[in-house]
């Protein structure tokens, strides 16, 4: 379709401003993330602006994307910020093309949001702001280099060739009343390049374009590769080595494992564990750096480091850590052998004061986690934990130290990268997802789900395993029934019991008949309670109701 003389001409003239802003944009992303290497890798521009994205997100916009998206949020929100960019630096390119003084300001609007975005993060230290300035000021540079070159490139000659050459001088003197905001639009670059007298500066654009994108990229890279050598902690973690449980879990019986194919298996390996944070990049902490403090209304404050911890007396115990945010028949809950120091006798070192009812945990990124302390103290297992499944805790789980408490839902008891336990009131403090809608309390609430068959699963007729786990932390579960459409409720069989922390898994054979049937389950706990029908959503302290499918048995 041919465009119109008109349309020709907006498109010659705006997309090379377009394409002006978004390289300076890129070379100032580059620069930034050359700058982080030398901060830390939470700085870099594009991370603290995800952060406070994800820190400012209301919650119902937050489960949407967690909805859609599942753990792949963070990717859908890292592109976005840097469409959000993109789309700026061309804004901006083609402002500078007429203004660019009102170019910069826009480079300068740019920085300051960054700059912003880096000082709302809670664990903000000043030289986070290192990186969005280096980014605005670079950023800056770029768009007059590639706006109006001749002002840099006067810059430099001015001061070299004023006296020798006057008439370069003079050139100068013209260009400065160009640059004031009496000069007609015919000034920008797209125009002026194929003037007759400017014929050497379209190659010199392509040059300069071209030099900067193959500059930003190397840069950027230079800059994670920096990062990564500088920050990364798998030596540190590689180098740990966990001490011999004091209190090893008892040996794994028979039967604790049903054996039905598909079914979650009751250890979910490290690698499959679900992953929930609202970290964009990874904290990561060495252990030899690692320190935990323990502060507020105590007797006497704690520190103490890695190797003080972990030689203190531990514990290994299989848990079952559920999100608060798992929808009914969701993925995000797992079971793990922990290793760990017990939390109690530490704070009964501190000397909590009876009257300080939460105990605030604060990760290396800021997070901030409430819970209970009657929870922590009332002789369940609450730990450290330094271990998971055998090894050091995974850098994505929480390495070096985290917080585990069966019982409570994750958000509020499962600090990952903690640095500092604070015992205060829930009265005095709101941890971080309370103003975000979510309960002070989150007590895990008795649920089951099914594994095998899978929804709108197609299946042969005769004997079919109905199979799942069943989860009441720190209850226990007693049964769990199935119904294939409005049939009588069948006991399903129970794997033998891990321990009441953890889930269990249940079958119950299926004698299928063809035609399309819904089959759906519910668990009752040790205290007899059996889980509710009603149907509850995630927010604002669990999800309520009974995992149902739909399958065709032909
Ligand atoms: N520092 C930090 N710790 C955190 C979180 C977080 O966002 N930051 N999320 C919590 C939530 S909501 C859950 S469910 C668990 C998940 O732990 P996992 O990622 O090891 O499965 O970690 C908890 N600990
Ligand atoms: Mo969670």
Redesign the pocket.
Known sequence: MPLSPVARRIVRTHVPAAVNGVVAGGVAVAAAEFAAAFVRREAAPLVTVGQSVIDQTPHALKNYAVRQFGTHDKAVLQLAVGVGLVVFAAVIGIVARRWLWAGLVGVGLLGAVTVAAAVSRPAFRTSDVIPALVGALVGALALIALTRPELLRRGGRVAAEHAAEPGAGAAGTTGTTEVADAAPPRLDVATRAPEPGASGSAPDRRTLLLGMVVGAAGVAALGRWLQNVRFDVSKSRENVVLPAPAAPAPTPQPGIELGVPDLSPHITPNKD???????LVV?EVRAEDWKLRIHGMVDREIEIDFKTLSARPTIERDIT??????EVGGP?I?TARWLGVPLAPLLAEAGVHPDADQLV?R?????T?GTPTAVVTDGRDAMLAIG?NGEPL?I???FPV??VVPGL???V??????VEIEATRFADYDA??VPRGWSAQGPIKTESRIDTPTNMAKLPRGRIPVAGVAWAQHKGIDAVEVQIDDEPWQKATLAVEDSIDTWRQFVWYWDARPGPHRIRIRATDRTGQTQTEKEATVDPDGATGWHTISVVVT
């Open positions: 564990f679900y992953r929930i944070d609202t970290a904290p850590l559920c999100c608060v945010s798992n995000y797992g945990s990760s290396h990124d800021g997070m986690i998971m995974p994505n789980h929480g985290r917080m839902y994750g958000y008891s499962a600090c990952k990268w903690i971080y997802w």
